[in-house]
């Protein structure tokens, strides 16, 4: 399933056809990309319905679910699939629960759900980017934006890097946290005689 992404130099003008040619003096490239048509971008129009009524069936053959890219913290949405797509993490994710209101891994919890139960159809992480945007270190970090384009002044991949600590880090103390309380009922010594 994985393409090399073979750059080649100009210099091999005898093997590329005039389309590519014409594509390469448009993009003023000095490289050629050998990227499948199937891996590359795909531009999407919308109708006057936005996504309500686009077919990403046209798009999406298989049956796993996407995320909707059209939020202002949408930069995530890698880093929550591959939390999806590891295995272990998605148990225990799954299998989490309180009563606990704005809870990281509750909502990550339901954005698995809805990823398991999508069937191809995008899912979009909003509920977990309210529940992100409630915690006060998520702000501090600068993991929060309140809009798109804000995100064009940062480093993307120590910002990427600082929301997986943080990530890694609420899941941890969130899932431990049940488990360091100790039970009032079970614990509580019992009454002299």
């Known amino acids: 399933n994985v393409t090399e992404y073979n750059l080649k130099r100009n210099n091999d003008r005898e093997n590329l056809d005039q389309d590519s040619m014409s ?13 499948p048509k199937r891996y590359k971008k795909n531009d999407i129009k919308l109708g006057k319905m936005g996504a309500n009524d686009f077919d990403f069936d046209h798009y999406n053959k298989t049956s796993f679910c996407g995320l909707e890219a059209s939020l202002p913290n949408s930069y995530c949405n890698a880093m929550l699939q591959v939390l999806y ?21 509750c909502e990550l919890s339901f954005l698995f759900h809805m990823l398991d ?9 909003a509920n977990f980017l309210r529940a992100l945007r409630t915690i006060p270190e ?15 002044r940062t480093s993307v991949p120590r910002l990427i890097q600082s929301w997986n600590r943080f990530i890694l880090q609420q899941v941890h103390l969130q899932c431990t946290e049940k488990l360091k309380k100790p039970s009032t009922i079970l614990d509580s ?3 002299p005689p």
């Open 189 to 191: 010594p019992s009454p």
């Open 85 to 105: 797509f590891t295995e272990k993490m998605r148990i225990i994710i799954l299998n989490h629960f309180c009563s606990r209101e704005s809870c990281l891994v």
């Open 117 to 125: 139960t999508g069937h191809g159809i995008p899912c979009q992480p």
């Open 138 to 152: 998520a702000s501090a970090l600068g993991l929060v934006f309140s809009e798109a384009n804000s995100m064009s």
């Open 23 to 35: 594509n390469l003096k448009d993009s003023g490239s000095s490289y050629k990309s050998s990227v």
